[in-house]
C-alpha cells in the first residue's frame, strides 16, 4: 500500500502539551493502557491525525475512533511514541494561537457529536470526527511557518485570509484539512464536510447532512457565537442550540480539567503553571534521549518489523517515506534486507549500482559516508540516469543520501524529498541516527542468521561423518549375517517354510542396512516404490517378527486381512515401518495370554479422500492419562534404556508425508485402538 506524503513543506502540528503530558505518564504504567491512550489521542487533532497519517483508515473497519487509533498505537510502541513526542514538542513551541486552535476542534467535534444525537444522524462518530479535523489546516499551516500568525493578523475576515494563504502557500486552511482528511482516508463525507467549511450557506444547505451539522458546530465554537447562522442551518430553536452550547462548554471546561487537554491557558492556571508548553531540555539531553528510545524501538525485532518500524519512524517524525536501505556487497550495492522486497531488491540487481560510479551521488555518499542530496528532476536524467530512476522509484523530485555502517559493513539509507531546503541539519542528523539505528539491528541480524547457518551446516557435517563411520562399522556384521543366513538356506533347502522365514529375515537386514545409508547420506531416495499391498506388507511382518513378538511371549496376534484389497499411496518399506512400530507398541503393553488384531474393513472416502482402513486393536491395559494428552509427540520411554519414545512420533510424521493419517482410541483396563486411513494408489 503506498502511503501518501505530505503536501510541499508542510509540517505536522505537535499534539496539546497536556494531551503529549498525560500520554507520556499512562506509558509510564509497567503494562502499557493502550484503550485510555487512544481516549486521549481521540480528542486531540494533532495526535489523532499523526496516527492516521501512519496508518490510514480501511473502509471496512468501522469500529469506533478510540478502537482504531489503540491499533496505531500498538503498532508503534512506546519507545518511538516518546520519541516522536519529545521531538515534536522541541520543534515547535505550544503559542496562544495554536493552543487555541486545539481547544477550538475539541469544542467543534463535541459540539458536533451532540448535534449529529439531536438531530438523529446515523453516525454520530463522523461528526465528531469531521470537528476534530476542522481546524488541522490552521494549525498544520501554523507550525509550518513562522510567520503565519502574522498573516492571520492581517486579515480581517476568513475570506481575506484564505486568499492570502492561496497566494502564500498555494492552498488555504479549508483544502488543507481536507486535503490531508483525504490523505488518511477518512469517510468520503468527512471530507466533503470538511471542504465545504468555507461555502456558502445555502451550498452548504444544499449538501450532504453532515457539511450542515459541522458548520452549525463551527457556529457555536468560534470566540464568537454565530447563534443566527447555526438556527438557520440546523433548523433548531436558540433556546436548545444554547442549551447544546452550554453542555457542550461543561465537558470540554470541566470534565477534561484534570488533565488540561483542550483548555485555554486562561482557563485553566493551575494546569497551565505546569504543562503549558513542551519542557525545554537542553539539545544535547533531548537528543540523548531521542536516541535511546530509537535504540529501545529496534532492540528485539524481527528483520520484517524492523523495517516496519523505520517506516513508521520516519512517518512519525518526519512526515515522510522510508528509505531504501542499501549495502555495500562487493563493488556494487544491493537490497539490505531482500527477502522483504524481492521486486525491488531484483530491480535493484539489474540497475547494477557501482560503488566506483564516478557519475552516482549514491554513490559518492557510499565512499565518503557523507550524507548527500541530489535533485535530478523528474522529466530526465542528470549527470547518472541510476539516481533519477532511483528518484523515480520514490516518486520524488530528489535523493538525500543517509549513510550508515554496522558491523563491518557500511551502506546508504536513500530518502526521496522534493526541496533542498526541505530538511533542517538537526532533522537530517536525527534522520542518520535513525537509518544507522535500523542497520546495525538488521545487519546484526543477518551476522546471527549467518553463524546459525554455519553452527547448523558444521554440526550436519560432523552428523553424517559420525554416521558414515557407524554405517561402516555396522555393515560388516550385517554381511556376515546375511552370509550365515544363506548358507542355513542352502543346508535346509528341503524345509520350505524356514527357506521363506530366512528370506524375510534378509529382506529386513536390508532394510536395516538401507536405513543406515540414508542416515549417512540424507540425499538418498526413501524408497524407489510409490504403493503397496497391505495384506504383503502385513503378512510379511507376521512371517518375521510374529513369534518373537507374541507366540513366543504367548500372546496372540490375529491378522484378517483379505486378499485382492487395493494398493495404497504409500511405500512398502514406510508401510512396514508403521506397522511394527505398532506392533511393537502392543506386544509390550499385552500380558500373557492378550491379543493384538490387525484387520481392513475395506475403501472408504476419509476427508473426500480414497482410502484403505487399517485397525490395530488389543485388549491390553490401555495407555496412561499423560501418554494420551502427547500422543504422537517424542517424549522419554519408561520401557527401558533401548527405548528413545519416539515409536508413534515417527509413526504420525510418516502417516503425515503420504497424506494418511491416524485416530487412537483406549479405555483403562480395555485396550487400545488404532484407525489408520491410507490414501489409495492413483493406478487403483
Known amino acids: ?360 551521488v549514491i554513490a559518492l555518499a557510499m565512499r565518503t559516508q557523507t550524507a548527500t542530496s541530489h535533485f535530478p528532476g523528474h522529466a530526465t536524467p542528470g549527470r547518472s540516469t541510476r539516481d533519477w530512476q532511483l528518484a523515480r522509484w520514490l516518486d520524488s523530485a530528489g535523493i538525500l543520501c543517509l549513510p550508515w555502517q554496522a558491523g563491518g559493513e557500511k551502506g546508504v539509507g536513500v530518502l526521496g524529498i522534493d526541496e533542498s531546503l526541505d530538511i533542517a541539519p538537526d532533522e537530517q542528523s536525527l534522520m542518520i541516527a535513525l537509518v544507522a539505528c535500523a542497520a546495525t539491528h538488521l545487519v546484526g541480524l543477518d551476522q546471527r542468521q549467518a553463524a546459525e547457518t554455519q553452527r547448523l551446516a558444521t554440526a550436519r557435517a560432523e552428523h553424517l561423518a559420525k554416521a558414515r563411520r557407524i554405517t561402516h562399522e555396522v555393515n560388516s556384521p550385517l554381511t556376515v549375517i546375511k552370509s550365515y543366513l544363506g548358507i542355513i538356506s542352502q543346508r535346509e533347502a528341503a524345509d520350505a517354510g524356514l527357506v521363506g522365514e530366512l528370506a524375510q529375515v534378509n529382506k529386513e537386514i536390508d532394510r536395516i542396512g538401507a536405513l543406515l545409508r540414508r542416515m549417512a547420506d540424507p540425499e538418498l531416495p526413501e524408497d524407489t516404490g510409490t504403493s503397496a499391498d497391505v495384506g504383503n506388507v502385513v503378512r510379511q511382518l507376521q512371517q518375521v517378527y510374529g513369534h518373537a513378538l507374541f507366540t513366543g511371549a504367548q500372546r496372540e496376534l490375529d491378522i484378517r486381512i483379505p486378499r485382492g484389497l487395493p494398493a495404497v499411496a504409500m511405500p512398502a518399506g514406510a508401510l512396514k515401518q508403521v506397522l511394527l512400530n505398532l506392533m511393537r507398541n502392543a506386544a509390550e503393553a499385552l500380558p500373557a495370554g492378550g491379543r493384538l488384531s490387525i484387520s481392513s474393513p475395506g475403501v472408504l472416502i476419509a476427508d473426500g479422500v480414497p482410502s484403505l482402513e487399517l485397525r490395530l486393536v488389543d485388549n491390553g491395559p490401555g495407555l496412561p492419562d499423560a501418554r494420551l494428552g502427547r500422543l504422537f509427540s517424542a517424549q522419554p520411554s519408561d520401557k527401558g534404556h533401548d527405548h528413545q519414545g519416539l515409536g508413534l512420533s515417527i509413526t504420525h510424521e510418516l502417516l503425515r508425508q503420504f497424506g494418511a493419517y491416524v485416530l487412537c482410541r483406549s479405555q483403562r483396563e480395555a485396550g487400545t485402538s488404532f484407525q489408520i486411513f491410507i490414501p489409495l494408489a492413483c493406478d487403483t
Open 1 to 360: 500500500m503506498v502511503l501518501p506524503v505530505l503536501p510541499f513543506r508542510m509540517q505536522r502540528p505537535a499534539p496539546h502539551p497536556a494531551a503529549a503530558e498525560a500520554v507520556l505518564r499512562l506509558m509510564e504504567a509497567p503494562d502499557t493502557p493502550w484503550d485510555a491512550i487512544a481516549e486521549h489521542a481521540s480528542r486531540d487533532a494533532a495526535l489523532c491525525f499523526a496516527l492516521l497519517w501512519l496508518q490510514p483508515l480501511e473502509a471496512a473497519d468501522t469500529r469506533p475512533l478510540p478502537s482504531l487509533l489503540a491499533d496505531r498505537l500498538r503498532r508503534t510502541g512506546t519507545p518511538l511514541l516518546r520519541a516522536w513526542l519529545l521531538h515534536a514538542g522541541a520543534r515547535q513551541g505550544m503559542s496562544e494561537a495554536m493552543k487555541t486552535l486545539h481547544h477550538r476542534a475539541l469544542v467543534t467535534a463535541e459540539s458536533a457529536l451532540h448535534l449529529a444525537i439531536e438531530k438523529r444522524y446515523p453516525r454520530p462518530e463522523e461528526a465528531f470526527l469531521a470537528g476534530l479535523w476542522s481546524t488541522l489546516g490552521q494549525m498544520s499551516l501554523h507550525a509550518s511557518s513562522p510567520d503565519y500568525a502574522q498573516l492571520c493578523a492581517q486579515s480581517d475576515t476568513a475570506e481575506a485570509l484564505r486568499a492570502r494563504e492561496r497566494q502564500r502557500f498555494d492552498t488555504d486552511h479549508v483544502t488543507l484539512g481536507a486535503t490531508l482528511a483525504q490523505h488518511c482516508r477518512l469517510p468520503r463525507m468527512v471530507v466533503d464536510a470538511l471542504a465545504l467549511a468555507g461555502a456558502l450557506e445555502e451550498q452548504v444547505l444544499g449538501a450532504h447532512p453532515l457539511a450542515a451539522l459541522l458548520r452549525t458546530a463551527q457556529c457555536l465554537g468560534g470566540d464568537t457565537p454565530r447563534l443566527d447562522e447555526a438556527q438557520r442551518i440546523s433548523g433548531l430553536p436558540q433556546e436548545a442550540l444554547i442549551s447544546l452550547q452550554t453542555d457542550v462548554d461543561y465537558l470540554s471546561h470541566q470534565g477534561l480539567q484534570t488533565l488540561g487537554i483542550g483548555q485555554p491557558t486562561a482557563s485553566a492556571p493551575a494546569v497551565a503553571a505546569g504543562a503549558s508548553d513542551y519542557p525545554r531540555l537542553p539539545q544535547h539531553w533531548r537528543r540523548v534521549a531521542i536516541d535511546g528510545l530509537i535504540q529501545a524501538a529496534f532492540s528485539t525485532a524481527s528483520a520484517d518489523t524492523a523495517l516496519r518500524q523505520l517506516q513508521d519512524a520516519f512517518r512519525l517524525l518526519f512526515g515522510k517515506r522510508p528509505p531504501l536501505m542499501l549495502r555495500a556487497d562487493a563493488d556494487a550495492l544491493r537490497a539490505l534486507v531482500p527477502a522483504h522486497d524481492a521486486q525491488f531488491a531484483t530491480a535493484l540487481a539489474e540497475l547494477d549500482l557501482r560503488i566506483g560510479d564516478d557519475t552516482s
